[in-house]
């Protein structure tokens, strides 16, 4: 049984599973170069089949996530081609109108949309006869279907019988758990996320492999508000909470309790979900104005403690009532990871996993196991805990793209030992190296690396590599074995994907120097085993040997603005707009002249 899954919205994605193991997973971002594609994934659908060896022929079944979303979401591609600008014009120019004077006709709005360039450029969606009517939902299912059958049937040659869809949260689900360790055990599944499917949060059940969702709401706003408090401090809506979660530590308590008079008791638990105890009439307007005396960091912060408070209410009342202490998490919410390390303090959470990319991209993923979970002639097998499935750049294309670049120099045969060498030396490298990984986060396949202690390495990175925000902490990927030397982890958690922020010892404050959050001292920890990657581990082995610390600096390998590199193209471009001393590709190591 081959399943074709599909996430055609928000960084869009594709993923192939044979005989209920996932082969092929890859967001189209990767193949575009574009920070978070969206729309129909052509060219990831294209690459998810090379990488499985498979034709589209072969495919049994298509899985798209997700049923309804206004299909101009599509046509203008609003979260990759939206400017922090455009997101403010929409507030003020529909959502306003919408919500507070009850206005139905968007139609002056949306040709302003689309006499702008940076909405019509190529879609591989058609939307040749496209009708806007925002406010019927059962138009827009309509519409998506049509989209979809049209893009298989034109591109594929898959016709629209095979064609599936599910739920948005129920891919959710079914991704978080199937991404677990666990199997045959009962678990509470935990999901929340911006919104999907007329619903922002769920709670399932899972008892011998079957998933029994037991609630849902469209009242679990806690991503939601985090979306609009980023949009408030002046960053962009899907791509910059991370950078309030960064600044968030940095408030005071002081600051932090100015906000307090805006989120406190917004919320409550009465039962099994998240609902409002006064629900405000929109989530923009309402909170840039009871917020306005209020400083930016004290926003971040206050947003953040908000978030921990409710969200670890909801944790401990469900896991208390429901009496399973080993618990899944997954949406948008999950990628919040200073959230997770105040839920496996939880005493009633004894196991706590979430997925490596619990953002929307994974939707492909839950699409292909909900679909092979409800299908007699296959069934879910292993689990998606590889996250290594996007594919390999061949040594041919490396040498042909390496050898073009001026004031460098290229040598085949480098090891780990050689790459181990430079980095003790002071070097930040960028590491591409067998399988890409799949998903938000580099785990080391595609990753700049450096020394942790170096913390001068810090502003240099930021200010000559990747151009971001310094108040951005960066990653240690630390080996297993040194774990109880740097983390303080006394629930043994894991954290193979970098989905948990630790406290440290004091051993780990000097190894991981510049891995720490300056304001908390927490890591974001990617602990690294030789079950997931073994090149890698190795690597660290070697570093371990030269220096005696068992643990690298990890940063994703791109810059400021654009998709991890996929493509040996893409490595050149990183290297020739910016300061990166070396990058190594298997063994072969391009290395700048001075």
Known sequence: ???????????????????????????????????NEMGFPKLAIEKCLEIAGIKSS???????????????YLKFKREFAFSIRDWLDEQEFYWKPKLFHGKTDFIEYFERLASQPKFNEENWYDFTNFKLNPNSTENAVSQLRNLREKALIHYFGIPSEKITCFDHHSCHSHYAYFASPYRNEPAIIFTADGGGDGCNGTLSIVENDKIREIARNNQTDLARIYR????????????????????????????????????????????????????????????????????????AGGVQQMVEEYAVEWFSKVTEKVGINRI??????????????????????KEFYVPASGG????????CYAAASQNPQTSPIGHFRNNYQGGEISNDQILEAFNKVKN????????????????????????????MEFGARALGNRSIIADPRQTETVTRINQKIKFRDFWMPFAPSVLESRVSDYLINPGNHTSDHMTLTFDVTEEGKAALKAALHPSDQTVRAQIVTQENNQDYYSLIEAFEKVTGVGALLNTSFNLHGYPIVAKAEHLVHVFENSELDAIVAGDILLKRDS
């Open 328 to 349: 899944v998490f997954s949406g948008g919410l999950s990628m919040n990871v200073k959230l997770n390390q105040r839920i496996v303090e939880l005493d009633s959470v």
């Open 228 to 299: 609009y408090i980023t949009l408030i401090l002046g960053m962009k809506i899907g791509e910059h909470e991370f950078k309030v979660m960064g600044l968030a530590p940095y408030s005071s308590a002081y600051e932090i309790a100015k906000t307090d008079k805006v989120f406190k008791d917004l919320f409550h638990v009465p039962d099994m979900m998240i609902e409002y105890k006064k629900r405000p009439k929109d989530l923009f307007f309402h909170f840039r104005d009871a917020l306005a005396d209020c400083r930016f960091d004290g926003i």
């Open 58 to 72: 072969e495919i049994d079944l298509v899985a798209f996530s997700t049923k309804a979303v206004p299909p101009h």
């Open 1 to 35: 049984m081959k399943i074709l899954g599909i996430h055609d919205i928000h960084n869009a994605s594709a993923a192939i599973m044979i005989n209920g193991k996932v082969t092929a997973a890859l967001s189209e971002e990767r193949c575009t170069y574009r920070k």
């Open 408 to 435: 460098a120099s290229v040598m085949e045969g480098i090891s780990n030992q050689g790459v181990a060498e430079l980095i003790a030396e002071g070097m930040v490298v960028g590491r591409c190296s067998g399988p």
């Open 360 to 367: 929307d991209e994974s939707l492909c993923v839950g699409a």
